[in-house]
Structure formats: C-alpha cells, structure tokens
C-alpha cells in the first residue's frame, strides 16, 4: 500500500520513519519544522523591550541563571538518562532513496504547496508521528485515511508528553501508546491498536518513551499491513483523556516528574502491578499483543 509518512525533526520521529521506510511501500517523507523563528533583532532593542516590561525581564534573567546553574545538573540531563534512537534515529536513510520534503515555518504542513507535493505522490495511507494538526484538505487525500502513532493511551491521556505526565501523575500503568485515525479532534479518532510497553526496575520517562515509540512502531506497521488486507477493525474512542498541551510541560512539571523517579514511583508499580494493571487491561481497545502478534515478515523496530 502506498504509504507517506509525516514526522518532526525528533529523534523519535525520524526512526519511526526510518522503520516504516524498511517494511511498507513508502513514497515519501514530509519532515515537519516545528521551530519558532528565533528573535534576530538587536540585543539592544531585546533590552529595550523587556526593560519596558519589568516582569518579563526579572523571568528571562532567572531562566537564564536556572539553565546556566540548576537545569544542567537535573537528572533527564545526564547522559545515561538520555533519549537515544541509534543512528536512525539522527538522520533519514538515504538508502532508500525517497523524495523529502522539509516543510518551511510552524504548521506549514498545511501550506498549498505541501498539500500539492503530497497529492502528487498519491498516497493511499498517510502515517504520522509528531506532526502538527492536519486540515480538512490534507486529510482528504489518501482513500485510506491518515493514521497516527499517539504516544500515550488516549482514553486516559491525550496530546503532548503524555509519558512524562503518567510518570509525573504517578500512573505508570497508563504508559502506552496507541496507532488511531486522525479525525478533526486531538488524539480522539477511531483506534486500531493499542499497547503497552513492560515496565522494567530502573526505567525512567526517556526509556519508557523509547519503549513506547518502538512498540508503535510496530502496531503501525501492522495497522497499514491489515488495511491493505481489508482486516482492519478501528473501534470508536467513547472516552477521551486528558488534554495535554505542550506549554503544559514546562520546566517545573519536568523536574516534578524526574522527582517521581527518584521517589521510587516505578518501585510502587511494580510491587503492586497486577492490581494496578487490571484498570487499564479492561480499557484496552483492540490490545496489540492479545490480537496481533507481529508477523515474520515485519521489520524489528531496531
């Protein structure tokens, strides 16, 4: 089936395009900027303008001095807590030789142009990881609809950093992660899979989300297998979780979530899985590992 894919400029995302890459019929990448333009102006009218608003002056000088003296000795920056994809997670395979198109300002996905360039390439599935709000116009095009590998369990918890928030809401059962068509809502559309990583002594946020990302991995490899096969069964989201915005995770809720770890919230769990488990087992639309086992023929997400 012919398949684009949508991805960030994330290390998670961009392996999750590489992997789809070595197991579908992809015709091309769309690789989203998602980075605010920087201020250029001088640094004597930025001095201007914050003197003028005192407020924000005293917070850009104490963010300043917080990630000069504190952030850098917080435990999700020391390097054996870092998030890592390998080498395809840094860079697309240029073995593959696809078309790649890099997008140009935020939610410029959506742009005429980039709408044109993907209809040229007649994609019957679109998948997306990490990408901004699709419109109407873009979603119209491939007859198989656009499917989207959400990191999180969406009956519980929907939009950004979804992981983290289960960690820091001290729910690490509610890690997961869920492959659902994208409708006009957020994270809210018909699910076809779901799954949930083993949680491990000694995992942490980065590593649970590496866990996470490669199980959908998976699940969206055979979600596209069984809609070329007429085997696909979605099942409607009739409740919604929590919407997590991206401002919400600010550096507070990071440092209270990596404060969890070290208050042995993943110890808790585990002592007491199968009561906590059985939640969140009897939520589980169309659960990964009960009904689709990886065929043989799939990639391995490594």
Not at 103 to 117: A, C, F, L
Not at 153 to 171: C, K, M, P, S, V
Not at 271 to 284: T, V
Request: aromatic letters at 8%; one cysteine or more; glycine letters at 8%.
């Amino acid at each position: 089936m012919r398949t684009l894919v949508i991805v960030s400029q994330d290390k998670s995302d961009i392996f999750f395009a590489n992997q789809l890459a070595k197991s579908l019929d992809v015709v091309g990448i769309v690789v989203e900027n998602q980075i605010p333009p920087r201020d250029r102006s001088s640094l004597a009218k930025k001095s201007l303008k914050y003197l003028s608003q005192p407020g924000v002056f005293v917070r850009k000088v104490f963010e300043v001095l917080d990630r000069r003296l504190i952030d850098k000795h917080q435990d999700y920056n020391r390097p054996e807590n870092s998030l890592d994809f390998g080498e395809e997670g840094r860079a697309l395979n240029t073995a593959y030789d696809l078309p790649v198109l890099h997008t140009r300002g935020v939610n410029g996905i959506n742009d005429p142009e980039n709408v044109e360039w993907i209809r040229r390439l007649q994609p019957q599935v679109i998948a997306v990881c990490g990408a901004s709000i699709l419109r109407a116009e873009l979603l119209g095009i491939p007859p198989y609809g656009v499917l989207n590998l959400h990191g999180g369990l969406a009956q519980f918890y929907r939009g950004l950093f979804t992981t983290d928030w289960a960690i820091h809401n001290a729910e690490p059962e509610c890690v997961g992660a869920t492959v659902h068509f994208v409708s006009q809502g957020v994270d809210d559309g018909d699910v076809v899979y779901q799954g949930r990583p083993v949680i491990e002594p000694g995992d942490q946020p980065n590593s649970l989300y590496e866990k996470v990302v490669r199980l959908g991995v998976q699940m969206m490899i055979r979600a596209i297998i069984d809609l070329e096969r007429s085997m696909s069964r979605p099942v409607k989201l009739e409740t919604k979780g929590r919407l997590y915005l991206n401002r919400m995770f600010d550096t507070g809720a990071k440092r209270r979530t990596w404060r969890q770890i070290r208050n042995g919230v993943i110890a808790d769990y585990l002592d007491n899985r199968s009561e906590r488990d059985a939640r969140i087992e009897a939520a589980l639309i169309n659960d990964f590992n009960a009904v689709a086992q990886p065929r043989g023929h799939l990639a391995t997400a490594d």
